[in-house]
């Protein structure tokens, strides 16, 4: 015979020993792992401020010796007139200015001449005054005392710490400069300090920790280091002698963040827990609770029918067995009446936006028809109504969420023979579908939204260049399935900055399935004077991309996640929708 309480004494014990460990495990790599993130990270910014520096060095290098082999250069030191100098002078200084502008990481170019005397620069805004004449002083000292050719040098001049180059003839001299502090890590921790070390010189740029003597800067060793209560983390930049450091003081927050001390914290209170559960757990449960877990675990497997097969007697837990069952069949309910709703409002938004349909098109399509007849373009008019005729039925399908790639395509080019009868400006379509995609499904109107987005607001009505678009539909496979996609793209004006940001994206805010049926969608596609062709996906005279929010809506609720796509401006608008690949039955 096996005592309960002993059994259940050493069951609880050796759980309270197993959580314990695992958690002191689970808590000691997290520890590490963090420490190591910390580190990574830092030293990661490093590496990026370096690589900083080092574009800046490479565009100080590039443009003090593209100036230096300037012909304007040459002839600063020939003999001249003064006429021939202020050319020579002008010239140089256009030369300048075009130089300082083509490098983004360039902060200044000066030229020394008559004896370094005189002095011609284009600088950035980064100089300041008080920085170019300390800079010029710097120059001036170089120039003076140096007899190298080319001379490559760190210098401190107002608030900040440049790289300084110069290159140097006998009558001239050209050099560039940039700032070190570019790409300097921010929003330092605490006491945090960052800085550069050049040949054996520490500059602190940002941070308490002003100083860093030549024999801690000697003793440092490897990426990372320690110093003087504190750690030093390195990253070499490509110039020799020159490495970007960070110095944070050493504590313990160096390795564990307050996410662990609450840990630590939860740990403890779990044992507490967990000796408050042994003491209760010590007295006689056996059959009840050991039915009880049975029946949870059934229910954790989404049985909501689960019976307590063991008799019981005690009445606390007799009264949990009435609850369970009880809020197990209102569980049940609310779910099934859940997802009745979630599908009947999922078909809702599915019929609402595939019947958001404005006036505008049909009333200028009749209007154009009756233009017709009136001129006597009977042939013109009879073309004309039967493109309208195919139009409206392929629009007023009844339960027709989805139609193949093949009828959408032949919609597109009826619509495009509808808007060239309509309008001035001529209209060129090129649409290539794969002959493998004409029986996949696609959601209604998928590619004519776009299409017609660029008939409405692509074309200049101002300009005889035809309005051109192009349609491509492919199938791709991949290693999670079959997918279709669809790019169109024109030779237009392109997208509006504004209505990029909004269609590239998952736009859950602008639902446009959530405003009342009869009223008109906001929003402005850029320009309040589109066309007045009207759209057959609801966007009025001056709206803005409702009908592509729409057929984006429709394809999310329609395929989830897996519906995906793309937006942006090239030669004109490109627009991309990407949809799981499924065959017509």
Same mark, same amino acid.
């Given at each position: 015979?096996?005592?309960?309480?002993?059994?259940?004494?050493?069951?609880?014990?050796? /759980?309270?020993?197993?959580?314990?460990?695992?958690?002191?495990?689970?808590? /000691?790599?997290?520890?590490?792992?963090?420490?190591?993130?910390?580190?990574?990270?830092?030293?990661? +910014?490093?590496?990026?401020?370096?690589?900083?520096?080092?574009?800046?060095?490479?565009?100080?290098?590039?443009?003090?010796?593209?100036?230096?082999?300037?012909?304007?250069?040459?002839?600063?030191?020939?003999?001249?007139?003064?006429?021939?100098?202020?050319?020579?002078?002008?010239?140089?200084?256009?030369?300048?200015?075009?130089?300082?502008?083509?490098?983004?990481?360039?902060?200044?170019?000066?030229?020394?001449?008559?004896?370094?005397?005189?002095?011609?620069?284009?600088?950035?805004?980064?100089?300041?005054?008080?920085?170019?004449?300390?800079?010029? #002083?710097?120059?001036?000292?170089?120039?003076?005392?140096?007899?190298?050719?080319?001379?490559?040098?760190?210098?401190?001049?107002?608030?900040?710490?440049?790289?300084?180059?110069?290159?140097?003839?006998?009558?001239? /001299?050209?050099?560039?400069?940039?700032?070190?502090?570019?790409?300097?890590? &921010?929003? =330092?921790?605490?006491?945090?300090?960052?800085?550069?070390?050049?040949?054996? +010189?520490?500059?602190?740029?940002?941070?308490?920790?002003?100083?860093?003597?030549?024999? +801690?800067? %000697?003793?440092?060793?490897?990426?990372?280091?320690?110093?003087?209560? &504190?750690?030093?983390?390195?990253?070499?930049?490509?110039?020799?002698?020159?490495?970007?450091?960070?110095?944070?003081?050493?504590? =313990?927050?160096?390795? #564990?963040?307050?996410?662990?001390?609450?840990?630590?914290?939860?740990?403890?209170?779990?044992? #507490?827990?967990?000796?408050?559960?042994?003491?209760?757990?010590?007295?006689?449960?056996?059959?009840?609770?050991?039915?009880?877990?049975?029946?949870?675990?059934?229910?954790?497997?989404?049985?909501?029918?689960?019976?307590? *097969?063991?008799?019981?007697?005690?009445?606390?837990?007799?009264?949990?067995?009435?609850?369970?069952?009880?809020?197990?069949?209102?569980?049940?309910?609310?779910?099934?009446? &859940?997802?009745?709703?979630?599908?009947?409002?999922?078909?809702?938004?599915?019929?609402?936006?595939?019947?958001?349909?404005?006036?505008?098109?049909?009333?200028?399509?009749?209007?154009?028809?009756?233009? $017709?007849?009136?001129?006597?373009?009977?042939?013109?008019?009879?073309?004309? !109504?039967?493109?309208?005729?195919?139009?409206?039925?392929?629009?007023?399908?009844?339960?027709?969420?989805?139609?193949?790639?093949?009828?959408?395509?032949?919609?597109?080019?009826?619509?495009?023979?509808?808007?060239?009868?309509?309008?001035?400006?001529?209209?060129?379509?090129?649409?290539?579908?794969?002959?493998?995609?004409?029986?996949? *499904?696609?959601?209604?109107?998928?590619?004519?939204?776009? #299409?017609?987005?660029?008939?409405?607001?692509?074309?200049?009505?101002?300009?005889?260049?035809?309005?051109?678009?192009?349609?491509?539909?492919?199938?791709?496979?991949?290693?999670?399935?079959?997918?279709?996609?669809?790019?169109?793209?024109?030779?237009?004006?392109?997208?509006?900055?504004?209505?990029?940001?909004?269609?590239?994206?998952?736009?859950?805010?602008?639902?446009?399935?959530?405003?009342?049926?009869?009223?008109?969608?906001?929003?402005?596609?850029?320009?309040?004077?589109?066309?007045?062709?009207?759209? %057959?996906?609801?966007?009025?005279?001056?709206?803005?991309?409702?009908?592509?929010?729409?057929? !984006? $809506?429709?394809?999310?609720?329609?395929?989830?996640?897996?519906?995906?796509?793309?937006?942006?401006?090239?030669?004109?608008?490109?627009?991309?929708?990407? !949809?799981?690949?499924?065959?017509?039955?």
């Amino acid at each position: 015979m096996i005592s309960l309480k002993r059994q259940t004494s050493k069951i609880l014990i050796a /759980a309270m020993i197993v959580i314990v460990l695992l958690g002191m495990v689970q808590l /000691a790599f997290s520890v590490t792992s963090y420490s190591r993130e910390q580190t990574e990270s830092r030293l990661a +910014a490093l590496r990026e401020w370096t690589d900083e520096i080092a574009e800046g060095i490479a565009a100080v290098s590039d443009s003090a010796g593209a100036v230096y082999g300037l012909g304007s250069f040459e002839q600063l030191g020939a003999s001249r007139t003064k006429a021939e100098e202020y050319d020579a002078v002008y010239d140089l200084l256009g030369a300048l200015q075009i130089r300082r502008r083509a490098e983004q990481n360039l902060d200044g170019l000066f030229v020394f001449y008559n004896n370094f005397e005189e002095i011609i620069h284009a600088l950035s805004q980064k100089v300041g005054v008080e920085d170019k004449e300390q800079l010029i #002083v710097a120059m001036r000292s170089q120039l003076a005392y140096a007899d190298q050719s080319s001379v490559s040098t760190v210098e401190e001049a107002g608030e900040h710490v440049w790289y300084l180059m110069l290159i140097r003839r006998t009558f001239a /001299a050209v050099a560039g400069v940039c700032r070190l502090d570019a790409g300097m890590p &921010s929003g =330092l921790a605490g006491d945090a300090s960052a800085g550069l070390i050049y040949n054996g +010189a520490y500059y602190n740029m940002a941070g308490e920790y002003t100083e860093l003597s030549e024999g +801690a800067i %000697t003793a440092l060793s490897g990426v990372v280091s320690r110093s003087g209560g &504190s750690v030093v983390y390195r990253a070499d930049a490509d110039l020799a002698g020159l490495s970007a450091v960070m110095i944070v003081p050493e504590s =313990l927050w160096l390795h #564990v963040s307050p996410a662990h001390i609450l840990a630590f914290v939860l740990l403890a209170a779990l044992l #507490v827990i967990l000796f408050r559960i042994f003491r209760i757990a010590y007295h006689q449960i056996a059959d009840p609770l050991e039915d009880m877990t049975r029946a949870l675990g059934e229910i954790r497997e989404g049985t909501f029918r689960a019976q307590f *097969r063991v008799p019981n007697r005690v009445e606390e837990i007799e009264h949990v067995r009435d609850t369970v069952q009880v809020m197990l069949g209102e569980i049940e309910q609310y779910k099934i009446r &859940s997802y009745e709703d979630r599908l009947e409002k999922q078909k809702t938004q599915l019929q609402y936006l595939q019947l958001q349909l404005a006036p505008h098109f049909y009333t200028n399509c009749l209007k154009n028809a009756y233009y $017709m007849l009136v001129l006597g373009e009977v042939d013109n008019a009879q073309e004309f !109504l039967l493109c309208l005729s195919a139009h409206f039925r392929y629009l007023l399908k009844s339960n027709s969420e989805l139609v193949t790639v093949a009828e959408e395509c032949e919609f597109v080019r009826n619509y495009i023979s509808l808007q060239r009868m309509m309008v001035s400006v001529p209209i060129v379509l090129k649409l290539n579908a794969e002959p493998e995609t004409e029986n996949l *499904r696609v959601p209604v109107l998928a590619i004519q939204t776009f #299409v017609e987005n660029s008939v409405k607001y692509g074309r200049d009505p101002d300009s005889e260049t035809p309005l051109e678009i192009r349609v491509y539909v492919k199938r791709h496979h991949t290693d999670d399935g079959d997918f279709i996609d669809i790019v169109e793209e024109d030779n237009g004006k392109g997208y509006p900055e504004d209505v990029l940001r909004q269609l590239n994206g998952r736009q859950q805010d602008a639902d446009p399935a959530g405003s009342a049926p009869d009223s008109e969608p906001s929003g402005t596609f850029g320009s309040t004077t589109g066309s007045t062709t009207g759209s %057959t996906t609801g966007s009025a005279p001056g709206s803005t991309g409702i009908g592509i929010r729409n057929l !984006l $809506m429709r394809a999310e609720l329609q395929f989830g996640e897996r519906a995906s796509w793309y937006f942006t401006n090239e030669a004109g608008s490109f627009s991309e929708l990407i !949809l799981p690949a499924e065959e017509s039955t």
